[in-house]
T-cell receptor, first 114, second 113 residues
């Protein structure tokens, strides 16, 4: 298995532009997480999907952020409009049902908003 | 409420020396514990996990961790480190009643030649 695949690996965009980050979870995994990592705040859980349904989006910073999972093999995280404070590394992670197995992380997308 | 504390933000150690990275957790219920490693510009990779049973858990790359319920600790150890172990290490906790992983703030291990 290729693991969790995220694209793009790097994204540089201007403030005010729309940004879409993509994630392909490991086949067969039915739980998916989006995290954001910054030096100041560490790893923050943004949203959690189970069986393609958003279960907890309380970590989404504000209405500018939205996430979808149209099917079991694809998820997106969109920021519109983007702001410089959104600059961070965004990780997608997936796992099988239940917390005992641990989550598998993608390589991340480094977002820079200028 | 659940929390995970990694007491050291940075740990420098010479190559071939032993290392211990500390992790303490708080939880009122049975807890599952994990250690992840993050190499530069990479995602987090699972090193090892404690679910139940034997308190000494062995993981990949020669790492091991010991679960100590009385001290609410899950310290990570390696008897002899290599330059390639230079990375950031995260301790995480969860319980059977939740889907969330609570991550510590990370410990940056720097192995010196």
């Amino acid at each position: 298995d290729a693991g969790v695949i995220q694209s793009p690996r790097h994204e540089v965009t201007e403030m005010g532009q729309e940004v879409t980050l993509r994630c392909k979870p490991i086949s067969g995994h039915n739980s998916l997480f989006w995290y954001r990592q910054t030096m100041m705040r560490g790893l923050e859980l943004l949203i959690y999907f189970n069986n393609n349904v958003p279960i907890d989006d309380s970590g989404m910073p504000e209405d500018r952020f939205s996430a979808k999972m149209p099917n079991a093999s694809f998820s997106t995280l969109k920021i519109q409009p983007s702001e410089p404070r959104d600059s961070a590394v965004y990780f997608c992670a997936s796992r099988l049902q239940g917390p005992r197995v641990g989550a598998f992380f993608g390589q991340g997308t480094r977002l820079t908003v200028v | 409420a659940q929390s995970v504390t990694q007491l050291d933000s940075q740990v420098p150690v010479f190559e071939e020396a032993p290392v211990e990275l500390r992790c303490n957790y708080s939880s009122s219920v049975s807890v599952y514990l994990f250690w992840y490693v993050q190499y530069p510009n990479q995602g987090l990779q699972l090193l090892l996990k404690y679910l139940s049973g034997s308190t000494l858990v062995k993981g990949i790359n020669g790492f091991e961790a010991e679960f100590n319920k009385s001290q609410t600790s899950f310290h990570l150890r390696k008897p002899s480190v290599h330059i390639s172990d230079t990375a950031e290490y995260f301790c995480a906790a969860t319980t059977s009643g939740t889907y969330k992983y609570i991550f510590g703030t990370g410990t940056r291990l720097k192995v010196l030649a």
